[in-house]
């Protein structure tokens, strides 16, 4: 069965490059990012997980846990690690899973149920593993996005779409296109005109269905 947005993310129990996560628990109360590959040792990955690794202070900043997911094991994890670092000029601070059995990738929807890694196999065995995926404190699925092999990942992208996320989360609001954060937002269809000023304050209505407010201060 396809996973889909506002789905509870699969839990699952699994050997990484820092040692054995459960991952619910592993996740605690933060946001997490799912960021799979199908290979280690790969150009276009190793710059990706670089740029991971180079963002840990916004991660932080939101706490959001990152997460990488490789169909290869822990050991070659630690190893392709040295690479990552040498090429981003920082440590890579976050764990990988050891996925060899597909258990992720097949839990996640990334790989079909009966999908096996051939002797000899190579990345476009496990291509479709290269997906992204924004999980809320409450374990459910709040975005995924999906990556050929040949486009490299944008996490500024990643970094602004979690962002939204958070802004959204639990308020009567959405984001525009190309929103980022402190522009003005969308109120919700669920609030009248009236009900939109007093929670927000002054309501720029552009169309009957479209109204933008300020973006609210979180708590």
């Excluded at 959001?64 to 392709?80: F, M, N, P």
């Excluded at 990738?105 to 051939?118: I, Q, S, T």
């Excluded at 969308?186 to 169309?207: P, W």
């Amino acid at each position: 069965m396809a996973l889909r947005i506002n789905d509870t993310a699969p839990d699952f129990t699994a050997d990484t490059s820092d040692g054995e996560i459960r991952f619910h628990d592993w996740l605690g109360d933060s946001y997490g990012i799912i960021f799979s590959h199908p290979k280690d040792f790969t150009p276009v990955c190793t710059t990706e997980f670089g740029a991971v690794a180079q963002l840990a202070p916004e991660w932080e900043k939101r706490k959001t846990k990152v997460l990488g997911v490789s169909v290869d094991s822990a050991d070659e994890h630690r190893k392709w690690k040295r690479d990552i670092e040498a090429f981003a000029g920082t440590p890579a601070n976050f764990a990988i899973v050891d996925d060899t059995d597909l258990k992720v990738a097949k839990l996640y929807d990334m790989l079909p149920a009966d999908a096996y890694m051939p002797d000899g196999r190579t990345a476009n065995d496990s291509a479709t593993v290269r997906t992204v995926y924004i999980i809320g404190p409450d374990k459910k699925v709040r975005l995924m996005m999906t990556y050929p092999m040949s486009v490299g990942r944008n996490f500024a992208e990643i970094l602004r779409a979690l962002d939204a996320v958070q802004a959204t989360d639990g308020v009567p609001i959405a984001t525009p296109a190309n929103w980022v954060p402190g522009q003005d937002v969308i109120a919700a269809l669920s609030l009248s005109d009236e009900q939109a000023e007093a929670k927000f304050g002054k309501v720029d209505k552009k169309l009957p269905y479209l109204r933008f407010v300020k973006q609210p201060e979180r708590a």
